[in-house]
């Protein structure tokens, strides 16, 4: 009898130590168990069950936090689908390099105006950026990681003096 008790007791309490832990749930499908620290404005900072290292994931690339204390969950963000170019406007830039930790780097994009364009500075930046924004959706990547952002005006862009927009970027996804 009392080692029925014993056993009994050591699965409560291994139940109701699992049951400390959150659980983050990636939009890639991966599981992380261990214990969320703080929810920042684009990251989770967190620690693997049975370490002291803090980590940080950029929220893109969580779905839900389940809390092991109170069973509460956390909808993080929605999973964005790019099927291809014509999703071109569902892509995201990201100009910080915390917020894709937990996505996967596809490669890279650009988007750039032609050489000989009638573009003022704001609408040859914007198609530029429509350029990579397409760029990206073509390799199914939700989300660029900006890493050049040229614009040359006059006579330092093209012999005929007019405006050219260049971006580059890193294509992410889940």
């Not at 620690?47 to 929220?59: M, V, W």
């Not at 405006?163 to 580059?168: D, G, L, N, R, S």
């Amino acid at each position: 009898m009392k080692k029925i008790i014993l056993l009994f007791s050591m699965i409560l309490t291994a139940t109701l130590a699992s049951a400390q832990v959150d659980v983050i749930t990636k939009h890639s499908g991966e599981i992380v168990n261990g214990k969320v620290m703080r929810v920042d404005e684009y990251t989770v900072v967190f620690k693997y069950d049975g370490e002291d290292a803090e980590n940080s994931i950029g929220k893109y690339a969580i779905e839900k936090i389940v809390y092991g204390k109170s069973g509460r969950v956390e909808e993080v963000t929605e999973k964005i689908v790019v099927a291809g170019e014509a999703d071109w406007e569902k892509v995201i830039i990201l100009e910080e390099k915390s917020y894709i930790a937990g996505l996967k780097k596809v490669g890279e994009v650009r988007g750039k105006t032609g050489m000989i364009n009638l573009q003022t500075g704001n609408t040859g930046d914007k198609k530029a950026e429509k350029k990579l924004k397409m760029s990206a959706a073509i390799l199914g990547c939700p989300f660029v990681l900006m890493i050049s952002d040229k614009t040359t005006v006059g006579a330092n862009s093209n012999q005929f003096g007019g405006t050219q927009a260049i971006k580059t970027g890193l294509g992410y996804k889940y």
